[in-house]
């Protein structure tokens, strides 16, 4: 029985695959609209399962498989039976007797691995608590982009300095932990000890054969000295609602700022995966910074998603 791939976490490809990716990017970005856009997935049916609610992630994923000539489905959680008690394995059983494919954001990273585990079609990660690759290679990919306009290249962000700032026991922190070192990039990760990278994504670090690294700090001023690109994200992500303030208060004096991005390279980039709260992880200042690419790694989302879903069903044959 054929193996199935799928994309669940960033080293679901290998290096020489993400590149081709990249390259499968640039193409499909500079092309989209034309006539000579290819339609890889063209006679496929893909599902859209969300547990969470999304804006970038939804629309990007329905207008790219669309033009990738997919039938798409979006399947509210509320009107299958899964919120009912059904099984995910039989769920999973269910939907890939229809299916081709399908694109999962959920809290649990298990449920995920338990649709790619019981299913017998390509499973895509659209988020998790635990992950969000499809954000990193976006990221990453604008990040090449910004430094080689004409053809970005995995090797335009090897050895280039990341700082990520805030909650650093989050889906996005892992995520650059995880694809950054698979990159070869220095990750830096800052925030207070309390929010420190946990053991899951450290134990997933060691068992794999990455070229980067990454350590954590809680002094600002020494993660971004010298970086190349600071980034940060949300303080309360959805399910940390609860305990809000506590978060605010214990992350204050680790808002991005520009006296904090002035402690960077003069070229450093800051990128956000938004939705921002301005005036929280970050000045609003900085947002619109020259040097703040948060709209064109948005956009990025798109194609990049595009190109991991063309390569993923290519893959699959």
């Not at 199935?4 to 500079?30: A, G, N, P, Q, V």
Request: charged content about 25%.
């Amino acid at each position: 029985m054929k193996t199935i791939r799928h994309f669940l976490k960033e080293t679901d490809f290998s290096l020489s695959e993400l590149e081709t990716i990249f390259e499968r990017c640039h193409e499909l970005k500079s092309n989209r609209g034309k006539s000579q856009s290819p339609l890889p997935l063209a006679g496929q049916s893909w599902g859209m399962l969300f547990f969470k609610n999304s804006t970038r992630t939804r629309i990007s994923f329905d207008v790219g498989l669309g033009e990738l000539g997919a039938h798409r489905l979006f399947l509210d959680l509320n009107s299958m039976q899964i919120s009912r008690g059904e099984s995910i394995a039989d769920t999973a059983r269910v939907v890939s007797r229809y299916l081709h494919g399908m694109v999962i954001r959920a809290y649990e990273h298990e449920i995920l691995e338990e649709f790619a585990r019981e299913g017998s079609m390509p499973i895509v990660n659209a988020l998790t608590d635990f992950l969000h690759p499809c954000q990193i290679y976006a990221d990453a990919f604008s990040i090449a982009e910004k430094l080689t306009p004409s053809v970005p290249s995995l090797e335009d962000v090897r050895g280039r300095k990341l700082v990520f700032i805030g909650d650093c026991d989050s889906n996005m922190a892992n995520s650059w932990i995880l694809g950054g070192c698979m990159m070869g990039m220095e990750v830096v990760l800052c925030g207070p000890d309390h929010f420190q990278p946990g053991q899951r994504i450290r134990d997933l670090v060691n068992a794999s054969d990455l070229q980067g690294s990454f350590r954590f700090t809680t002094d600002p001023g020494e993660a971004c000295s010298n970086a190349d690109v600071i980034y940060t994200d949300v303080w309360v992500s959805m399910g940390d609602e609860g305990e809000a303030q506590l978060r605010k208060d214990m992350l204050q004096p680790y808002q991005v700022t520009r006296a904090m991005m002035s402690l960077a390279k003069p070229t450093a980039l800051f990128m956000h995966c938004l939705p921002a709260h301005k005036g929280e992880e970050v000045e609003s200042e900085v947002l619109e910074m020259p040097n703040s690419i948060i709209f064109d790694q948005a956009e990025n989302r798109l194609h990049m998603q595009k190109a991991i879903l063309a390569t993923l069903v290519e893959l699959n044959r």
